[in-house]
């Protein structure tokens, strides 16, 4: 069964970083891009970023560059973003998806953003 | 403000035919680039709906179908169903912006 299962919910201080995994299963990791995707409460989707789990290339949104971080351990076929400088406007559901169409999503990670 | 615009909602009663727009420029649509569709149900993550303009994964229903023209693209249902009720988004690159954009979501009501 191909998924992409995320790691669990986080509460940071304004100003921290968070990192968020996601796990790859029943395909070739290597195989397919992932990309990043929020969506705070009630708003739409957001682009953050995109990862080639191959080579380990990486774009961003212009918005998030500067403070998001795409990396992999193809070993273990999982993928990391990290956002940092965090502000209250960052809280949202975190999603990895894969392929440059989004064919399958992570189940969603919410980040809150709080002091 | 999304790259992509898109009607806010749309309605139907069960069975009729309702289409949802997507207005690009010549940065992403009108580029060529492809449009993707998603279906997203609250709470839930989104789900690909059409790809490459007007392709279906397998396990959606021939009831969703999607078009291109120019700089714009359209989701149409057709027999629209309870079920159906959910928050549409389209997706397409941005030359410009270098990056994929979406467009601000339409949410479906079945009346």
């Known amino acids: 069964q191909v998924q992409l299962v995320q790691s669990g919910a986080e509460v940071k201080r304004p100003g921290a970083s968070v990192k968020v995994s996601c796990k790859a299963s029943g395909y070739t990791f290597t195989s397919y891009d992932i990309n990043w995707v929020r969506q705070a409460t009630g708003q739409g989707l957001e682009w953050m970023g995109w990862m080639n789990p191959n080579s380990g290339n990486t774009a961003s949104a212009q918005y998030f560059q500067g403070r998001i971080t795409m990396t992999r351990n193809t070993s273990i076929g999982t993928a990391y973003m990290e956002l940092s400088s965090l502000r209250s406007e960052d809280t949202a559901v975190y999603y990895c998806a894969r392929g440059s169409y989004c064919q399958i999503w992570g189940q969603g990670t919410t980040v809150t953003v709080s002091s | 403000q999304s790259v992509l615009t898109q009607p806010p909602s749309v309605s139907g009663a069960p069975g009729q035919r309702v289409t949802i727009s997507c207005t690009g420029s010549?940065?992403?649509?009108?580029?060529?680039?492809?449009v993707h569709w998603y279906q997203q149900f609250p709470g839930t993550a989104p789900k690909l709906l059409i790809y490459?303009?007007?392709n279906r994964p397998s396990g959606v229903p021939d009831r969703f179908s999607g078009s291109k023209s120019g700089t714009s693209a359209s989701l149409a249902i057709t027999g629209l169903q309870a079920v159906d009720e959910a928050d549409y988004y389209c997706?397409?690159?941005?030359?410009?912006?270098?990056?994929?954009?979406f467009g601000g979501g339409t949410k479906l009501t079945v009346l």
């Open positions: 997706q397409s690159f941005d030359s410009t912006l270098s990056g994929w954009v």
């Open positions: 490459g303009n007007s």
């Open positions: 010549s940065s992403n649509i009108g580029a060529g680039y492809d």
